[in-house]
């Protein structure tokens, strides 16, 4: 069974940057097929995906937070961290990390994400953020 689980600041002031890392056991994030999200849900508002890092270490992001948002990882503690600089406000939510894998075998990732050739499987519980002075 593969478990996530968010961690870090409940409180980050405007400005400064927010920083998570989600830690997996159960399954390795180098493991071939699989790769690891960050997602947020504000308050009253739907879910919305920030980004991803691959099995192979590749990035994708919300084209809208490219130029402040990075995520990472650290294989020898099998962790991945999301980092969002400048926060506002409006960056209050609950964050999510999920593990997603491709439904078709061979595929790259880049396609996967062009044909919805995906799922999601896994889901930490979440750790609620809250930008404010």
């Known amino acids: 069974q593969v478990r996530l689980q968010e961690s870090g600041p409940g409180l980050v002031k405007p400005s400064q940057t927010l920083s998570l890392t989600c830690t997996v056991s159960?399954?390795?994030?180098?493991?071939?097929?699989?790769?690891w999200s960050w997602v947020r849900q504000p308050p009253g508002k739907d879910l919305e995906w920030l980004g991803l890092?691959?099995?192979?270490?590749?990035?994708y992001y919300d084209p809208d937070l490219e130029s402040h948002i990075s995520i990472s990882r650290d294989t020898s503690k099998n962790q991945f961290s999301l980092q969002l600089s400048s926060v506002a406000p409006e960056d209050t939510a609950v964050y999510r990390c999920?593990?997603?894998?491709?439904?078709?075998?061979?595929?790259?990732?880049?396609?996967?994400?062009?044909?919805?050739?995906?799922?999601?499987?896994?889901w930490g519980l979440g750790t609620q953020v809250t930008v404010s002075s």
């Open positions: 999920a593990r997603l894998y491709r439904t078709v075998a061979g595929i790259s990732w880049a396609r996967a994400f062009r044909e919805d050739s995906y799922e999601y499987d896994f």
């Open positions: 159960g399954g390795s994030i180098t493991a071939s097929g699989y790769a």
């Open positions: 890092i691959t099995d192979d270490g590749t990035t």
